[in-house]
C-alpha cells in the first residue's frame, strides 16, 4: 500500500489477518501468554499480559459504562462462583448442559460428535486427528466443573463451578428489587468468570474452558418482551459498531427452532468474521419467566414483582444480552489490525479505539540523553491521571513510533531538546502520523480534546 504524496498513510485496505499473526502479535507485544508455559503449557488456558489485561479491563469498562452507567434503569451484581448444586437442579443445567460426546478407540481423543461430520469420500465419521472411524457410540457429556466444600468428598459437599454468571441475578431477584426500589423494565448487569468444561476448545481465546462472561438479564412486563427483544438487539449490535468494528465484519443471526435452548422463546446472535468464518460474539436471548419460576418452585420463594398501581403481581420475563469478554477483545483486535506503508517502510498498526487501546498515550523523550528527563517526567506527571500511559526511552524515536502503532496507542507525545527552550512537546497521531507542536501548559487540554468519547 503507497503513501499519499504528504507521507501519511493510505487508508487502511489491508486483507483481514490469520490467526496465526494475531497469535503472534499477542505473544510479541504481551497482550496474551499460554498458560504454564515454562511447564509446555496447560491445554485452553492463557494468561493476560502486560497489554491484554489492560485492554480486557477497557473492554469490560465500555461495556459496564454503556449498561449500567449511562442507564438509570440498571444495577450492578457480582455473585459468588461456587455455587449450590440446587442453583443447576433448578436452572437445568444438571440435566440438559451436555454435549454429544465420542472416543477414538484408536488414539484416545475425545470429540463433540454434532462436530464431526461424515467424510465424503466413504460416508463415515473419521477422528480428526488420526483418522480412525473407530469411534465409540455418542454419550451425554456434562460441561459443568465439579468440585466439594469442606473436608469432606461426597455427594452432600457437592458444589459447581458457575457454567454462567446469569443465575446469580435470578436468586438474587428479590434482594435487588427490593434494595434497588426499581421496577419493570429494569436490569441486573455482571462481569465475571465461568467455567465450562468444553470437549473441544480452540481457536485461541475463543473457546476455552474458563472465560469471563459481561451480561445483563432485564426484567420486562411479559407483553413487553417481543418490543425489548428487539431493541436489545439492535443496541448490542450498535455497541460493537461505536467501538470499531466495520459493521460487515458483524451479522445478527436468529437461532433456528431447533437451536434454541430449552429456555428460550428467541434468540439472536451478534457474530463476527473470525479468520476461520463468522462466531459467536454475544447472545440475545428472550429467556421468558422460566429461570425466576423455576427456581421459585424449588426453593418455595415467590420470585415476582407487584405492581402496585394496577394491584396485580406477574412473573417478569427476562430478556439476556450475554457477551464473552475474551471473544470481544479478539475481536476488536482482529478488526483493528492493519499494516501500511509509511516512506517506504511497512508498519503494522493496530487501529483501536482509544477507549480500548492499552495505553492512550506515549511518552517518549528523542534520545536517554539525561538533559530531557526532567521535562519527560514532568510531561508523565502531567498526563497519567488523565490517560494510562507508555515511557519509553529506548532505542531509536521511529522504533518507538513503530511499537506504538503495532500495540494500538493512538497517541505519542515526543520531548526534545527544544522542549527545553520553547516549553512545548510534539503530539504525533498513529493513524495519520501527522504531528503538531503544542506548548506544555496546553497539553491537557489538547489531549483530552483528543481522548473525548
Not at 279 to 291: C, F, M, P, Q, S
Not at 388 to 416: F, K, N
Request: glycine share 6%.
Amino acid at each position: 500500500m503507497a503513501p499519499t504524496p504528504d507521507g501519511t498513510p493510505t487508508p487502511a485496505s489491508a486483507p483481514s489477518p490469520t490467526m496465526d499473526e494475531i497469535v503472534r502479535l499477542c505473544k510479541h507485544r504481551g497482550f496474551v501468554f499460554p498458560s504454564a508455559e515454562i511447564y509446555g503449557g496447560f491445554r485452553s488456558t492463557y494468561d493476560y499480559g502486560p497489554l491484554g489485561v489492560l485492554m480486557l479491563r477497557n473492554v469490560k469498562d465500555a461495556w459496564w459504562r454503556s449498561m449500567v452507567q449511562l442507564r438509570h434503569e440498571v444495577v450492578g451484581l457480582d455473585a459468588a462462583i461456587l455455587s449450590s448444586p440446587r442453583i443447576w437442579e433448578a436452572s437445568g443445567h444438571l440435566a440438559n448442559f451436555t454435549d454429544p460426546l465420542v472416543d477414538c478407540r484408536n488414539c484416545k481423543e475425545r470429540w463433540r460428535a454434532d462436530h464431526l461430520e461424515p467424510d465424503s469420500s466413504d460416508g463415515k465419521v473419521h477422528c480428526p486427528r488420526c483418522g480412525s472411524t473407530d469411534l465409540t457410540e455418542a454419550r451425554a457429556f456434562n460441561l459443568m466443573f465439579k468440585t466439594h466444600v469442606g473436608p469432606v468428598e461426597d455427594e452432600a459437599s457437592a458444589a459447581y463451578l458457575r457454567p454462567e454468571t446469569a443465575q446469580g441475578h435470578f436468586v438474587n431477584f428479590l434482594n435487588v428489587l427490593q434494595t434497588s426500589r426499581k421496577r419493570p423494565p429494569f436490569g441486573i448487569a455482571q462481569i465475571g468468570k465461568s467455567f465450562r468444561n468444553e470437549i473441544t476448545p480452540g481457536n485461541f481465546v475463543f473457546r476455552t474452558r474458563e472465560f469471563e462472561q459481561m451480561e445483563l438479564e432485564y426484567f420486562v412486563p411479559p407483553e413487553d418482551a417481543p418490543r425489548w427483544f428487539e431493541y436489545w438487539c439492535n443496541e448490542r449490535l450498535a455497541w460493537y459498531v461505536g467501538l470499531g468494528i466495520p459493521r460487515e465484519m458483524l451479522r445478527l443471526r436468529p437461532h433456528t427452532a431447533e437451536e434454541l435452548s430449552h429456555y428460550s422463546a428467541g434468540t439472536s446472535d451478534v457474530e463476527f468474521l473470525f479468520p476461520w468464518g463468522w462466531g459467536e460474539l454475544e447472545g440475545i436471548a428472550n429467556r421468558t419467566d422460566y429461570d425466576l419460576k423455576a427456581h421459585a418452585a424449588l426453593s418455595g420463594e415467590r420470585l415476582e414483582y407487584f405492581d402496585q398501581a394496577s394491584g396485580t403481581r406477574y412473573v417478569p420475563y427476562v430478556i439476556e444480552p450475554a457477551a464473552g469478554a475474551t471473544r470481544t477483545m479478539m475481536a476488536f483486535l482482529i478488526a483493528a489490525y492493519d499494516t501500511d506503508e509509511i516512506g517506504g517502510e511497512k508498519r503494522t498498526v493496530l487501529r483501536l479505539d482509544h477507549r480500548l487501546a492499552p495505553y492512550q498515550v506515549a511518552v517518549l523523550p528523542l534520545s536517554r540523553n539525561e538533559a530531557l528527563v526532567p521535562a519527560a517526567r514532568e510531561v508523565l506527571d502531567l498526563l497519567q491521571p488523565m490517560a494510562m500511559c507508555d515511557y519509553d526511552e529506548t532505542q531509536s524515536i521511529g522504533r518507538r513510533y513503530r511499537r506504538q502503532d503495532e500495540i494500538g496507542t493512538p497517541l505519542a507525545v515526543t520531548i526534545d531538546f527544544d522542549t527545553l527552550e520553547d516549553r512545548a512537546v510534539t503530539i504525533r497521531d498513529r493513524d495519520t502520523t501527522e504531528q503538531i507542536r503544542v506548548p506544555i501548559n496546553k497539553l491537557a487540554d489538547e489531549i483530552a480534546g483528543r481522548l473525548a468519547d
